[in-house]
């Protein structure tokens, strides 16, 4: 294999279990460098409410321009009760949004697949779940969480307004289906485009512009489009008809969660956050598991690493063009499954439970075979 030459990747632990976790990528990272011939080069920084804690901010500019700078960013999670108090700009929760707008990360790619060996933790019946691969597109940097005016201002008889602004753009719409429809090209080639089109004119504007970019440069592509409160309900229903769905910032944040959800193994869940590839076809990009820091388990060492190790495997896929680790990670973590390993979170009868170390020790080994 011809040795890849520093390949920068920065580890962002963040709060709660996001050191733990991100510590068992840090040994797959190792091991890919000693065994694969590759030679990542590791950086690792503050983040969230463990940043503010020492700067006073959730993100500092030098970790941001560190992001800048990196390959991939892998994230671990971020926030937790200790700094729910903060003012709103210094909230954990803040670092993402700047990394995801200032990374201009546009697109939020998340699977949700119901893994064979965990289809009874499904609250659906396993008929209805079984084989599930869905994936769901997010616009990320647009739409209501970023749009202007917004805030809490005094209106009359000592009440309060809050405000908040929905908007899309052409543009903006138009690189994230572009997103979607590469990759159900690439899966079984069916795309859902999810607004409000009844009630909303931003959503109007999405459908029309999703059509749009269907017509003249993916025909081929089959395209349905479903308002967004439909979709939560058919997502229960009758999951397995979609394929790829593609949403504005608000409902992708809603429906990613339900379907999650869907799956009975939050904890499995990897998501990639992408930028637009430059002239030699490199990209900006965070990866983070869809979990959150779960405090009241941070430091036991039983949070389970897979949804983190499955989250890099998408950057080696995304970002660093290395298809075959990327397979063979997902390949070690099925075998592992199969072996009845779970961490506490997915342990039921018959099964053997293991702690977080464990688990990616046992990764490891089956990438060794």
Do not use: G, T, V, Y
């Given at each position: 294999m011809i040795k890849v030459k520093k390949r920068k990747i920065l580890l962002l632990p963040g709060d709660g279990i996001g050191p733990e976790v991100i510590s068992e990528v840090k040994k797959i990272i190792n091991w890919l460098n000693s065994n694969k011939s590759l030679d990542f080069e590791i950086d690792e920084d503050l983040v969230g409410g463990a940043a503010y804690d020492k700067h006073g901010t959730p993100i500092t500019d030098e970790v941001f321009y560190k992001a800048l700078e990196s390959k991939a960013v892998i994230l671990g999670a971020v926030g937790g009760p200790k700094w729910d108090n903060l003012e709103f700009s210094k909230k954990p929760e803040r670092a993402l949004l700047k990394l995801r707008k200032e990374l201009k990360l546009f697109a939020n790619l998340r699977p949700a697949i119901c893994f064979k060996q965990l289809v009874d933790s499904s609250s659906l019946k396993p008929e209805v779940v079984s084989g599930l691969d869905i994936m769901i597109v997010r616009e990320l940097t647009g739409g209501i969480y970023f749009g202007e005016p917004r805030g809490i201002k005094p209106i009359d008889n000592g009440q309060r307004k809050g405000i908040n602004t929905h908007t899309y753009t052409t543009s903006e719409i138009e690189r994230v289906a572009r997103v979607a429809f590469d990759l159900a090209k690439k899966r079984n080639n069916k795309v859902t485009s999810c607004e409000k089109s009844n009630v909303m004119e931003a959503g109007q504007l999405w459908k029309e512009e999703v059509q749009i970019i269907h017509d003249k440069e993916y025909p081929d592509v089959?395209?349905?489009?479903?308002?967004?409160?439909?979709?939560?309900?058919?997502?229960?229903?009758?999951?397995?008809?979609?394929?790829v769905i593609v949403t504005d910032n608000l409902f992708g944040?809603?429906?990613?969660?339900?379907?999650?959800?869907l799956t009975g193994s939050l904890g499995l869940l990897p998501s990639a956050s992408l930028g637009a590839k430059d002239k030699d076809g490199n990209m900006r990009s965070m990866y983070e598991p869809v979990h959150g820091s779960a405090p009241d388990i941070a430091g036991k060492g039983i949070a389970n690493p897979i949804a983190t190790i499955l989250s890099f495997s998408m950057a080696l896929r995304y970002s660093l063009n290395l298809e075959k680790e990327a397979d063979a990670i997902d390949k070690a973590v099925q075998k592992v499954l199969d072996d009845g390993l779970r961490t506490k979170d997915i342990a039921s009868k018959g099964t053997k439970e293991v702690n977080t170390e464990a688990m990616g020790n046992a990764i490891i080994a089956y990438l060794q075979k």
């Open positions: 089959e395209l349905k489009h479903m308002l967004a409160d439909n979709c939560a309900m058919q997502l229960l229903r009758n999951p397995k008809q979609f394929d944040d809603i429906l990613s969660d339900e379907a999650a959800m």
